[in-house]
């Protein structure tokens, strides 16, 4: 498994931050990263600048570390996924100590340069610089390559930055080292969300960057060729330390043209050094290397099953099923419910409320969501802000953390780790990864009635704009549902094009297609006059298949979350509509008791609704609220127009209550 599920600090299965030690703060080192080296000029003119920061995390284990955690100019967490949150090297350079960062960063997704780095890491010593000897020969024929070179901010490895003209591809090469974070990372032409950090300590003088294939093919051996089926299943050994991991893949391959299953390969393979490294991970591992074999070779599939229908007869014998919902009338129960916003407008507050209401068995907006356990998993915040929303959510309730722990509640901080679900082969194919199957295996097991997941662009590595992709991917979030007899909630933001059209989408259609519910929400925008209320939220049921479409409802920021404005659902609209018309009522004999005269037209600067939605008593209300209240009792006798100075160039017409 992916490590443990997380809830907020307090609650964490018995978890504090204070039951772990944590380790000293690494210490920094960068050069003059406002003018970097002469090589890096390409870089500084790109917008893929990021800022970086040592936070203290937990791993998977629960012990803490230090990580660097990526940050926008503007102080928001950035995402080297997310073009939007990337910014110009000048931006990131002006920002460092209004962000308190130690550090700059190069986002890599799709670089148009055809940036190709090395990270070689914990090889040297910062007092001394002495270099560890598994590590020069890649530093030497970087050297020969005319290649740029930088120590890393650690200052324990170097990294090597260049070009390249090959494949798109991440990988890990083991060492012969007995240091615990040695290693060789290679980034070429990176096509998922991953960033380097710049430090600007450059070793030697290279003008430019140059094409570094030469020194990361020195570093990759070739594809495993499949050994005759003849051959012994004994497991063979690494020729060296730099090839452990290609060894280890290798054997995997070997063993598995000799037809063997992925659990007979893994007891097979427990004895090999390389099977050290993965740890807990082996069978996963194993599982990831077989997958890629069958790919390469085009492994014969199983039989295909008979394709066989519904019985019918047993329908005669049945009572129809009732529709069952997670949330009724609006997400329905084993589907996947897409639920878009812009950033920041509040979509994470509003899914973690909906989970604990599902968890305590209280309302929601207005309605009574299904009862039972929840999981809410967000890659976009911290524990810190999970317990800060979830404090304010309970308070609302009146309730405790120990409720909600007894109630079934599950949170998640993904933040700062690998949030990736399903990522997509050269073929198109999304497959699941060890995160899915972990967060799988959970839902199996407590079956949660509400999965929520912020968000889309975090755990789907896929591309959103190919309806294949989305829509298998949407598949894999279905699974969950079913698995839980739950609903699976995804959390995700829409393109300008989304937003200027108010369909609240990005990318293909599909994602609208392929889910039977989706929610759309979005700021309110105040009528000509009004003063703009920038705690309002409008949340609209955009597609809902198995029930009515619901009205949209009007929400309010208050005290840590969203509510309903009183009179803005379609529970008490009339009952609002019914309030209006005597505030207008009201109002309307005052200011006529005052002198004031109302216009009934709605070009004039007395136009009735204009004047009174700025008095006290109209506080709450819109200005088209009290326009149709005035139309109504036009309409019913109440009110009637009179004209002042007929026959004269001061003709007016005014509003007087009948």
């Given amino acids: 498994m992916g490590g443990p599920f997380r809830l907020a600090p307090h ?20 050069g003059d990263i406002a003018n970097l080296p002469p090589a890096l000029s ?12 040592w936070e203290l995390t937990k791993n998977k284990r629960g012990e803490l570390k230090w990580t660097k955690v990526p ?9 080297s996924n997310d073009p939007k949150t990337w910014a110009t090297h000048e931006d990131a350079v002006d920002a460092i100590e209004r962000v308190e960062a130690d550090g700059i960063g190069y986002a890599l997704l799709n670089d148009e340069l055809g940036l190709s780095a090395v990270d070689i890491d914990d090889c040297r010593d910062e007092s001394t610089g002495a270099v560890e000897p598994w590590a020069r020969e890649s530093l030497d024929k970087a050297k020969e390559c ?3 070179i930088e120590i890393t901010p650690s200052g324990t490895g170097f990294r090597i930055i260049g070009t390249s003209d090959k494949p798109a591809m991440h990988t890990d090469i083991v060492v012969p080292s007995d240091r615990a974070k040695a290693g060789i990372e290679i980034y070429r032409n990176v096509a998922t969300g991953r960033y380097i950090t710049v430090s600007g300590c450059e070793v030697g003088n290279s003008s430019n960057l140059v094409n570094i294939d030469p020194v990361v093919d020195r570093l990759i051996p070739t594809k495993p060729e499949t050994r005759p089926n003849n051959e012994t299943e004994q497991v063979s050994q690494p020729t060296n330390g730099i090839d452990r991991s290609a060894d280890f893949h290798s054997e995997v391959w070997r063993l598995a043209s000799q037809e063997m299953t992925v659990d007979e390969i893994a007891r097979a393979m427990r004895s090999h050094p390389g099977a050290d490294k993965y740890g807990h991970r082996l069978h996963a591992e194993i599982l990831r290397s077989y997958g890629k074999w069958q790919e390469e070779h085009g492994a014969q599939q199983e039989p295909p099953k008979p394709f ?9 014998f049945d009572n129809v099923p009732q529709r069952e919902w997670a949330v009724p009338d609006r997400i329905p129960l084993r589907q996947v419910n897409l639920f878009s916003g812009e950033g920041a407008i509040g979509k994470s507050t509003v899914q973690l409320h909906l989970c604990t209401a599902h968890v305590l068995g209280r309302d929601w907006l207005g309605t009574l969501p299904s009862q039972g356990p929840a999981f809410f998993i967000d890659a976009e915040d911290d524990d810190k802000e999970l317990h800060r929303r979830l404090a304010a959510i309970l308070d609302h309730y009146q309730a405790t953390f120990e409720q909600a722990i007894d109630g079934g509640l599950w949170l998640r901080s993904l933040l700062g780790e690998d949030a990736v679900l399903a990522s997509t082969t050269k073929g198109g194919i999304v497959r699941p990864t060890a995160l899915y199957k972990a967060l799988l295996e959970r839902t199996g097991d407590l079956k949660p009635k509400m999965i929520g997941i912020a968000s889309a662009a975090d755990v789907f590595a896929g591309n959103e704009i190919v309806r294949p992709e989305v829509q298998q991917f949407i598949g894999l979030l279905s699974k969950l549902a079913l698995a839980a007899n739950g609903a699976v909630s995804l959390i995700s933001h829409p393109s ?5 059209s108010d369909s609240g989408l990005s990318g293909s ?3 609208h297609n392929s889910v039977r519910s989706r929610m759309w929400m979005k700021g309110v925008k105040a009528e000509p006059g009004e003063q703009q209320d920038d705690d309002l939220r409008e949340l609209v049921f955009k597609k809902n298949n198995y029930g009515p479409k619901s009205n949209s409802i009007v929400l309010r920021y208050e005290r840590g979350l969203f509510l309903p404005v009183p009179g803005m659902t379609s529970l008490d609209a009339a009952a609002h509509a019914a309030k209006v018309e005597e505030v207008f009522m009201a109002l309307l004999r005052k200011l006529t008791d005052q002198g004031t005269d109302l216009s009934p037209a709605g070009q004039s600067h007395s136009y009735a609704p204009t004047v009174m939605v700025k008095h006290a008593e109209a506080k709450g209300m819109r200005k088209a609220e009290l326009a149709n209240a005035m139309q109504r009792a036009l309409d019913a006798g109440a009110v009637r127009v009179v004209t002042l100075h007929p026959d004269t160039t001061r003709e007016r017409k005014v509003l007087r209550a009948s």
Avoid: V
């Avoid at 940050?71 to 995402?79: E, I, L, R, S, V």
């Avoid at 300008?496 to 200027?500: D, E, H, K, M, V």
């Fill in 11 to 30: 609650f964490i299965w018995g978890f504090h931050m204070d039951n772990f030690a944590a380790p000293p703060r690494p210490k920094t080192y960068t």
């Fill in 42 to 53: 390409a870089l500084t003119k790109q917008t893929r600048w990021m800022l970086w920061r």
């Fill in 71 to 79: 940050y926008q100019p503007n102080g928001a967490n950035a995402k």
């Fill in 146 to 148: 005319g290649a740029y």
């Fill in 308 to 316: 066989t229908f519904i019985n019918l007869k047993e329908w005669s």
């Fill in 496 to 500: 300008l094009t989304g937003i200027s």
């Fill in 509 to 511: 259609t599909q994602w």
